[in-house]
C-alpha cells in the first residue's frame, strides 16, 4: 500500500509500518480510557483533578456570555425594568399567599406525626445558583453551577429550579459543582404519579423534551395530563416535587409494561436560575424558616 | 518542512484557542452548529507542517478535550488520533489538491469522524442522536477556507516577524 506514494516511498516504507503500530496502540489506549471511564474505575479520579486544574478556563469561557448579559441588563429601558419589577412583586405575593397556607399544614403534619410517634418530618432550605455552561453531549447531560464545595454543596445535592426537578450535584469543585441532568440517559428518578400514588422510575432519555417510564404495567392507571413528581425513594431527592406531566402512553398488546412518555416541568438547559435543595432532618419548621430570616 | 520553534509557540496557541472555542456556550438554537475546531486546527497544522504534529499530541490534546467538555474519557482522543493519521497518510496527495477538493477531503474526515463517534455511541448502548448530528462536519466544510487563510496569515506574519 505504501509503494502508491509517488516519491521516496522506499524511504517511508519502515515510517509507515512504524506509525501504523503506533496509531493502533494510542487506539487502544483510548478504548481502555474508555472502558474504564464507562464502568468508573480510576479514571473519575483522574478527570476530578484534571478538572480542577481547568476550573480557571471554564470562568474565563463563560465571561463573554457573563459580559454580554450584563451589558443588557444595563441598557435595559427603565419603563421594561419597572413593569418587570411590578410583575415579580406580584408573583411574590401570590406564592406568599400560599406559603401561608401550607406553613399551617406543615405544622400540622408535624404534629400529627408527634402523635403517631413516627420519624419526623423535613424541612427543607433552599441555596440560589446560576448555570454557568450547558453541556448536552449525547452520552451526558450536565450544567456547571458558580456554587461550589466552599459554598457547601456536596456531591448528590438535590437541583431544582422554579418549575420541576433538574438533576442533582455530580463533581464539586471548590467554586463551581457540575449537575447532571434527569434528562442524561444514565440517570434514573424514582417518582410518583400524583393522581394514583403509583411509584416507578423515571429515565433520562437524552433528549431535554421527554423522559422515559419503560416500568409502568400495561393495565395501570395512568393518562396523558398526570403530573409526575418525586416518590423520595433512595433517599437522593426529597419527596413531593414535581418532575413532568405525561405527554403519551404507549400500550401495545403484546407487552408487560407499557411505555409512558413525560415531558419534565424544568427548563433543563434552557433555565439559568437554580436552587439547591438542603434537607434539614427532624428539625423544627419553625427553627429553619427563622434561621431563613435575614 | 522546518521544525520551526517560532511556529510550534503559533501551533500551541491555535490549538488553546481551539480548545477554548470548543467550549464556549453558545445560544440555544447555534449549539448543535459547532464546528470540531480542535480538529480543524490539527489537520491544518498537520497538513502545513509535517514534523509538527505527532500521534502522541493529537492523543492528548483529544485528553485535555474530554476533560474540558466533560465527554468520556479517550473519546475525542480516539478521534483525533485517527484523524491525525490519516491527514498524515495522505498528506503528500492532499496538500497539493486544489481547494474545493481539499475542502471535500476535510468533509470527508469530519464525517469519518462522526461515523466513529456514533459507533461508540452504538456501542455503548447509548440512544442515537438526532439529524444535527451531522451538521458540525458541514458547517466544519464552510470554514475550512476562512481557517486556512487566517492560520496561513498567522503563519506569514509569524515567519515575517522573526526573519
Known sequence: MANTESSGSSRWFGEEGARTARLMMYILLAIVLMSMDQRGHYVPKIRSTM???FEPVFYVVGWPARALRSLGQQSSERQELISQNRQLLKQLLDTAGSVQTQAALRQENQRLRHLLEATQGRAYSFKFAEMISVDLDPFSHKVWIDRGSLEGVFEGQAVIDGLGIVGQVENVLRHSSSVRLISDPDHALPVQINRTGLRTVAYGSGQTSHLLMPNVPLQADISPGDIIVTSGLGDRFPPGFPVGEVERVQRDGGETFARVYVRPFAALDRGREVLLIEQHVGADVEDVEEAEEP | MRANRESSSLIFLTIVAALLLSLLPMPGLLEPLKPYWVALVMIYWTLETRAMLSLGLAF???????????????????????MVFLVQRFRSRLRFFPPWQQALSVLGLLVNDRIILIWITALLGEPMPTW???????IGLAIWPWLFLLLDSLRARVRRHKT
Open chain 2, 60 to 82: 492528548v490534546v483529544g485528553l485535555v478535550l474530554d476533560t474540558l467538555s466533560g465527554s468520556l474519557m479517550g473519546m475525542h482522543a480516539l478521534s483525533l488520533v485517527v
Open chain 2, 132 to 138: 444535527q448530528y451531522w451538521l458540525p462536519p458541514l
Open chain 1, 51 to 53: 478538572e480542577m486544574a
